[in-house]
């Protein structure tokens, strides 16, 4: 079964509104990553974020992570028609090379 | 810089024909290598992975296999399909060590008729 689970499953705002997306996952991790897959495309790596990080910024992206939790929130700031796609959380369980990948959100941007 | 390629991008096959899906990676070297599937909608299932040449883990009992010939050549086979093998299937590399950031192809739709 799927580690990772985000949520909302799918959103719908205007150009200029922010977005924000959740992930929950249920071992422990080394990191904790978000991908971008736009329609029919291979997922595009966003950002990592480390297990003794909290906050991490680039560009209009910022992700959170709260171990005790064991969830992470990817926020797209002054969204753009461009942002349309698919978001994604993966993690790789401490010790091993293999990532797993939650549900997606399908984020979609009107113009 | 790295790129990684992947083909075809669509492919159409007859239950219990043959598949053989390569993917090749540029400009890195013993990169550790990912075979995914998605099906319509869905997230990533992780099929096999691979961190050196003829060294293969497989994650999903299938009738699917993964072989790695070269150090940057990956290959996705089967002997016969089956219906519940078509989806959306994804090649990744990532450099050496665990938790590495994946950089993905463009992918194979593979509908089975």
């Known amino acids: 079964s799927q580690q990772g689970e985000e949520d909302p499953q799918a959103l719908s705002i205007q150009e200029g509104e922010n977005a924000t997306m959740n992930c929950s996952y249920k071992t422990s991790i080394n990191n904790l990553q978000w991908y971008r897959q736009n329609s029919g495309r291979g997922l595009v790596h966003l950002i990592l974020?480390?297990?003794?990080?909290r906050e991490k910024h680039s560009g209009r992206l910022r992700v959170t992570l709260d171990t005790s939790k064991k969830s992470s929130s990817l926020l797209i700031t002054a969204s753009r028609a461009a942002d349309t796609a698919s978001y994604f959380c993966a993690t790789a369980a401490s010790g091993t090379y293999k990532y797993i990948f939650g549900t997606g959100t399908r984020l979609k941007v009107l113009a | 810089s790295q790129t990684i390629h992947q083909w075809p991008a669509t492919l159409v096959q007859p239950v219990g024909s043959p598949l053989s899906l390569e993917c090749t990676v540029e400009g890195t070297s013993n990169p550790n290598l990912y075979w995914y599937r998605q099906a319509a909608g869905r997230g990533l299932q992780l099929l096999f992975y691979s961190v050196g040449i003829g060294q293969i883990s497989s994650e999903v009992p299938q009738n699917l296999s993964a072989s790695r010939p070269q150090d940057r050549q990956f290959i996705l086979s089967s002997k016969k399909l089956l219906l519940s093998d078509s989806g959306f299937y994804l090649c990744a590399w990532s450099v050496q060590g665990g938790g590495q950031p994946q950089h993905f192809g463009d992918g194979t739709r593979l509908s089975i008729l």
């Open positions: 974020i480390r297990s003794n990080e």
